[in-house]
């Protein structure tokens, strides 16, 4: 960790985000950090609980004069994207994240950096453990899997939280008030495969698509970024029409909530076409890389000779590989008609991946409206199921109905015009966050959530912009000091 990022103010903010990204923590993993936050809070002499499926909760009382003031709940989630490049050698489940500081900006070396929602973390410990922090009585809920399936927030009971006002500090965009967001589903398809020889005469080749920006799935899927599974599928299916090209294995992307940055496929074709081969690929390369020379000018096509695999996939399947993928939509499916420049409906083809006689398809759907979620999902599976795929579709989560009149709302927009001298604007997002499943468990609950700016979220090209997290800590803290009774 950089001495530089320790030397940042608000000090005890940046030494705890410091101390997090120390700690394992990749979704469904949290052991760690959670046992940290735990004694975090028994070392303060705060009560300090957990519940069933792993979720965290320190209360802290009122500080002096502000006991009758309605308490309030800020929130973060544990977990991160563990998402790295390809030559980075790096063990999510045991190395500590390396941060350091470029022009502004924090960044990792060659991973995600868990500023999603490791800031969210840090800004909950660093309020809990001081003392000159005006504000009534508060809970700090931290929960887990966000990322993968937000099974802490599905499991959250009534009863484990006191407040009727929730803060979730898990926005990556300073200067906007989010009052509402997408509701989501997964849609995973497999279809089966068999092996067959290679053909005899073949020389066999890995193409690789690699250099994409990739990024979130909701927040960015409206930025034309290149999705690695398309660029390649593009290339073999192109080539397939004119050369007898086999396939092995096709390996694309990984998590369902990234817009795959990296894809590789290891293919033959007959030795006397290994030049023309190459030459056609060359040649369409140009032309796709010239489509995303503003969104992803870093975009790498690569052909390696390799040894000759010990099998490739049967041709069948082979071709409804191809066609499934070329098929299977992905980016923004519908704009909103009501709120400007908001994406309402989108999906996602995160991974494709071909082991042990299975092709699996990872795609993940989201809606702020909920029957056009339905449709989306159907959608998708519809053409996984022209291939002869099983489908299977889970992880469902609703959406967070915005409602622009709130109590939390209005006091943040006051608190943001006072300490910035500008309007914030207030906005829905085209993501997944918790809130909607809290408003499910606690349909009282009054909430908002903001953050500090963050790009690149899901991907290695995460950073965090170091002057809007004291923006967002200094809004926090009026916030905090503006509740009323």
């Not at 999603?116 to 660093?126: F, K, R, S």
């Not at 700016?453 to 002057?467: C, V």
Request: aromatic share 8%.
């Amino acid at each position: 960790m950089s001495i530089e990022i320790q030397s940042l103010k608000p000090g005890r903010l940046w030494y705890y985000f410091s101390e997090i990204l120390k700690i394992p923590r990749p979704s469904k993993k949290e052991e760690k950090i959670a046992e940290y936050i735990l004694n975090f809070g028994k070392q303060l002499g705060l009560e300090t609980l957990k519940d069933k499926v792993g979720n965290v909760l320190i209360r802290k009382p009122a500080t002096k004069g502000k006991e009758k003031v309605k308490s309030v709940a800020l929130q973060s989630h544990l977990d991160i994207v563990c998402e790295k490049n390809a030559e980075t050698v790096f063990d999510f489940e045991k190395d500590p994240i390396e941060a350091y500081i470029d022009k502004g900006w924090i960044k990792a070396k060659g991973t995600t950096l868990g500023a999603d929602d490791g800031i969210g973390v840090a800004t909950q410990l660093a309020i809990l453990e001081a003392n000159d922090i005006p504000h009534g009585p508060m809970e700090c809920l931290f929960t887990i899997d966000e990322e993968s399936g937000m099974s802490g927030a599905f499991g959250l009971k009534q009863g484990f939280l006191k407040s009727n006002i929730l803060i979730n500090l898990d926005s990556e965009d300073e200067g906007e008030l989010f009052i509402g967001c997408s509701g989501g589903r997964d849609t995973t398809a497999k279809l089966a495969y068999k092996n067959e020889n290679v053909p005899n005469n073949s020389i066999a080749l890995k193409v690789i698509v690699n250099g994409l920006k990739g990024g979130h799935s909701g927040d960015e899927i409206n930025k034309g970024i290149g999705n690695a599974n398309k660029i390649l599928n593009r290339l073999l299916w192109n080539a397939n029409n004119k050369f007898d090209l086999r396939i092995s294995v096709f390996s694309g992307g990984n998590l369902r909530n990234a817009i795959a940055r990296e894809a590789f496929a290891k293919i033959t074709i007959p030795e006397k076409q290994k030049k023309e081969f190459i030459n056609f690929i060359e040649d369409l390369s140009i032309q796709i890389k010239e489509e995303f020379n503003i969104t992803d000018h870093g975009l790498s096509i690569k052909i390696q000779e390799i040894d000759i695999p010990d099998f490739v996939i049967d041709k069948i399947s082979h071709e409804k590989l191809l066609n499934t993928i070329y098929a299977c939509p992905h980016g923004v499916i519908t704009m909103s008609a009501e709120i400007p420049n908001f994406v309402e409906t989108s999906t996602n083809l995160a991974a494709v991946k071909t082991l042990d006689g299975i092709i699996e398809f990872i795609t993940s759907q989201r809606s702020s409206v909920e029957s056009a979620k339905d449709n989306v999902c159907a959608m998708v599976a519809s053409v996984f199921k022209l291939a002869g795929a099983e489908v299977i579709q889970i992880g469902g989560y609703p959406g967070w109905t915005p409602n622009p009149n709130s109590e939390i709302v209005n006091i943040t927009k006051a608190s943001y015009k006072k300490l910035f001298y500008n309007e914030a604007k207030v906005l829905a997002i085209h993501a997944g966050l918790e809130c909607g499943l809290f408003k499910s468990v606690y349909p009282e609950m009054d909430m908002i959530s903001f953050g500090p700016t963050i790009k690149g979220a899901h991907s290695p090209d995460e950073r965090l912009d170091i002057n809007t997290v004291t923006k967002f800590w200094d809004l926090t803290l009026d916030v905090l000091n503006h509740i009323p009774e």
